[in-house]
């Protein structure tokens, strides 16, 4: 038990030291954009659900890879919280506000929409990629996919809840999420789950940069020349 609890603290501990303070002082003030992304997600879900409101939500804010693409990237800002019918929305709701929320306070709140946003495009850059190269590609998709929405808010969850995990230590649970999504696209390989891996390739591309960045800097610290110089 007691190398449990030494493992939890090593894994988790940074996070939870980092949300406990701003949560115990301002409690949900402290989350304004991860509030307000589950009330707009509940809202487009509650909109979409009525006969007179899907075609609505579709125009405005889902997104395909048969869409011309100024229309995608037009749709894209809004398309982050249109969740799936086909899932409970409870589900999606909780997950937003739990991981909306910790990177909120852990990365601010426009670092923490930018991010989420990146990791959207992502895969849905990925979707046409994966259409031109076809069915045939390991990482292509079939034709009939082009005519799939995107995957709304999950991609942005999993990408932050990846980036969170590598930035504050916790490699083992962004390792669990990546490979329950890699697990995700054996047992049922769709659309959704191979956009999820784009998603998470993206944050992997952004983790690497500033370690990348740092080695160098040590490296010529080492080396005992000017930063920059050969």
């Not at 996070?15 to 707009?40: E, F, H, M, N, S």
């Not at 910790?102 to 849905?124: F, M, N, Q, V």
Request: proline content about 7%.
């Amino acid at each position: 038990m007691r190398t449990l609890a030494r493992w939890a603290r090593a894994e988790r501990g940074p996070l939870y030291a980092t949300v406990r303070g701003p949560l115990l002082r301002r409690k949900w003030r402290a989350v304004p954009l991860a509030l307000t992304a589950v009330g707009l997600t509940a809202a487009l879900h509650v909109v979409h659900n009525q006969s007179w409101g899907y075609d609505v939500v579709q125009d405005v804010g889902a997104v395909r890879a048969a869409d011309p693409l100024w229309l995608a990237l037009l749709r894209t800002p809004l398309s982050l919280f249109v969740p799936a019918l086909d899932l409970p929305v409870w589900g999606a709701l909780a997950q937003i506000l739990f991981v909306f929320g910790i990177a909120e306070i852990c990365l601010g709140r426009w670092r923490t929409l930018a991010l989420a946003y990146a990791a959207t495009l992502a895969g849905t850059l990925y979707a046409r990629v994966g259409i031109w190269l076809g069915p045939d590609s390991p990482l292509g998709l079939s034709p009939s996919d082009a005519h799939v929405v995107d995957t709304g808010p999950s991609a942005a969850v999993v990408g932050l809840a990846v980036f969170l995990g590598l930035r504050y230590g916790a490699r083992v649970t962004a390792g669990a999420v990546i490979a329950s999504m890699v697990a995700e696209v054996l047992v049922k390989e769709n659309l959704a789950g191979k956009e999820h891996l784009a998603a998470i390739a993206a944050m992997l591309a952004l983790c690497a940069i500033p370690a990348a960045r740092r080695r160098r800097a040590s490296a010529e610290a080492g080396s005992g020349l000017p930063p920059g110089e050969p």
